[in-house]
């Protein structure tokens, strides 16, 4: 429990931001209390390689308690917030009583959005979360299983059909590794399918992949990810999905498995807030990101609209988050020793992105790579950034091995199993429906 | 599809059994089709380390289409069996026209019983898939977050009391590591959860604990389990399980977390058969593994009831479905070669159990061994055994270093989710609910 003598602050979400405004006030004389509605901090610019079966989630999820359990000033709070009463300084659970905070920093991430399609979601999942990504990868394992035993060439064309929307680093990433997976990993291991039996579409609303990269990186990608033996349309409006495909640009793509990757909307801050929000949901910050001025509050992360000196908007990636809860901790301490902290400054220390096997293409302003050292950079900065050694060692020696034997490991089709029939009623049934062989 | 002209096996499950019949007939000339509702072969005797967040599910599991991927004459189903017609010979399936067959090979193990106390599954779960491991996992996990904030004494003691009932190898094997999980692993990260807050129980019908191995061998386990912190209680009579405990010889121990290792049941197979069953659910087979004398049908492992030549039941574990397994496929192809396989006779190599962090024990008849040397063999035999070589190595390293440190990695806490609800109007219901504080 919370000294009642000492400040006490309190950070939602333990994302890349809460975690690095909880890990900033280490040495501060604060209690802290850390509430997320997951036991696990989840290291989600690998997620895609859950859902493409490459990695198991326990890879890239640590409990929050277990990665912060040596700072004494912390305690961890498994709950969902459901208000903020800015005028009182309290925050409202769902489990447990209201919590008073000194500070309160809000780090609540953000979830995909279909731009008020919202109807899409059943046939398009985005990933976010460990669920998504296991529902994913058993989308597109369940779809193989399928297409190996399906007669008719339509619909086994279809089941073999992945369509990727969004071609931002998530887009290309999931492309990269979906053709990795359908093309290489599998094809030893079905009878009817083989390495060129799948299509894999990439599907980009602007006219080049990875817009927020400079456009020599963006041709770069897009020939690496054809040569993977992704199909690319560029200018490609989606107005519709449904069970059957994605209609873009006026044409049907029949499709099984739609994979979203289009866009995001920041989480329910701006509610809690009762204040305004831009157009993907965040709430307008000021230079020392607090909202509405409020000096108490901080929001940051993909939750927070935020300019850079230039007034560019900030873009929601792991970098700017974990900058952003590093500032929050500092202007704390700054304020607890009577000083007032200088406005936010965001460092970009360059962008990366991977494509597949042996291809990433990374950005630093004045130089760039690509290709297998960009790979071979994006490969060490992941790992490095992993948080929890066993972690580190685990992926490091899964990649290896895939890198080696192109075997994707995780390949389980797990949840959502019917209970098993009782037999003698349901043999009635199905001897009624189904053609007799003669023997 | 199946050559019309060769004979055609079809094995109905993926397990010890059904793999070790499908690779027994690797050089026979049949085509085999082999059926799971899974995609994927399950290492059951580790489930339990799944189950107490030691090992991730990918670590236990393989496809079973990427194990049987180089042997050509194997096709791989997904599907669930609804009945069997002996007469025409063929399997009734769900998703796909019914499959002939000339031999067939029925491996469909068995699923925990509750001995007619149905009523009990939902407060006492069992662990037999990934699914009942990721959600005891989850229902453990739960109960220590919750008690690390639970105010109340009576309610926060039933969160930290853990009931396993059953006294065997799989009880015994949850009980040691729960106490390691609970006492050991989590206590750093939490603040108000010590090494001394949880009780582990271990309940057993019986007088002792692993019936099936020697008396030494039961006691040395039971001074070992009590040694890492589980209490056992002996001769304890169960006759009720609710959401708030069990009650053992009229004494009701307040739990919230009661799992079931106390028996099962074999599938429906003799459902399948319309033939008699024993009281464990299991077909009666004869001396050549046939049920009701069909020379075209084999019923092996957990789903059998055979006994070995003193007239003793075969027990339900691993090497007598291998075992069997492997005769089914000798047992055809002496038939495709015109002659009789001799009857089955089962090899008892030994049995191996583990109760915790460097104690096991091991029976091989003749001599025994127990404490820290049946311990390494038991980690060397069950690596040496888990399919898949990537899974062996990232199962050593996972086990090293749980060994080192003493971590449990996979303790992520998933499925389940509320979706997220919109703050307003949940903020209303709140704050006429909650008790305001005082800022």
């Keep these: 429990m919370p000294n009642p003598k000492r400040p006490h602050v309190v950070i939602i979400g333990a994302g890349f931001g809460g975690l690095a405004a909880a890990k900033g006030l280490e040495r501060a004389d604060v209690d802290i209390t850390v509430i997320d509605k997951r036991n696990h901090h989840l ?6 390689q859950v859902a493409t079966a490459g990695l198991s989630p326990a890879d890239i999820a640590s409990p929050i308690r277990h990665i ?3 700072q004494a000033n912390i305690s961890v709070l498994l709950d969902r917030v459901y208000g903020i009463d800015r005028e009182k300084k309290y925050v409202i659970l769902g489990e447990h009583d209201p919590l008073a905070y000194d500070w309160l920093i809000i780090a609540t991430g953000a979830r995909h959005s279909y731009f008020g399609n919202d109807a899409w979601e059943p046939f398009a999942r985005g990933i976010k979360t460990i669920e998504d990504a296991t529902q994913v990868r058993r989308n597109i394992l369940m779809a193989l299983e399928r297409a190996e035993t399906e007669p008719d060439p339509e619909r086994r064309a ?13 887009g290309v990433e999931m492309a990269g590794a979906i053709a990795e997976l359908a093309r290489k990993s599998v094809s030893s291991d079905f009878r009817n399918i083989g390495a060129h039996s799948s299509r894999i579409i990439l599907l980009q609303r602007g006219d080049r992949l990875l817009p927020s990269f400079p456009e020599k990186l963006s041709a770069k990608t897009l020939t690496a990810i054809q040569k993977l033996g992704a199909e690319v349309q560029l200018k490609a409006n989606v107005t519709d999905i449904d069970a059957d495909g994605v209609t873009a640009n006026n044409v049907k793509i ?4 739609v994979i979203w990757a289009a866009g995001v909307t920041a989480s329910r801050a701006s509610e809690w807030l009762d204040c305004g929000r831009d157009t993907a949901g965040r709430v307008q910050v000021s230079t020392r990101l607090h909202p509405m001025n409020d000096p108490a509050i901080f ?12 007034g560019l908007m900030l873009p929601g990636v792991a970098p700017v988050a974990k900058q952003q809860g590093e500032y929050a901790a500092k202007a704390i301490m700054a304020h607890l020793r ?16 991977t494509i597949g096997r042996s291809q990433a293409v990374a950005d630093f302003g004045r130089f760039q790579l690509s290709g297998f050292a960009g790979w071979v950079l994006w490969c060490t900065a992941h790992i490095w950034f992993l948080s929890g ?3 580190r060692i685990g992926v490091g020696i899964t990649w290896l091995w895939s890198y080696i034997t192109f075997e994707r490991n995780a390949r389980l089709i797990t949840g959502d199993f019917a209970p098993d029939l009782p037999a003698t009623r349901e043999l009635a049934a199905h001897l009624k429906q189904r053609p007799t062989v003669e023997a």
């Design 68 to 70: 912060l359990r040596k």
């Design 299 to 310: 929001v940051i992360g993909d939750t927070a609209a935020c300019t850079d000196g230039n």
């Design 158 to 170: 279809a089941l073999l059909t992945f369509v990727i929307i969004g071609g931002g680093p998530t």
């Design 43 to 48: 290291f989600q610019p690998l997620l895609y």
């Design 338 to 353: 009577g000083r007032e902290a200088e406005p936010f400054c965001y460092k970009n220390y360059g962008n990366l992105a």
């Design 389 to 391: 050694f066993r972690n």
């Design 254 to 257: 029949p499709s099984k498995t």
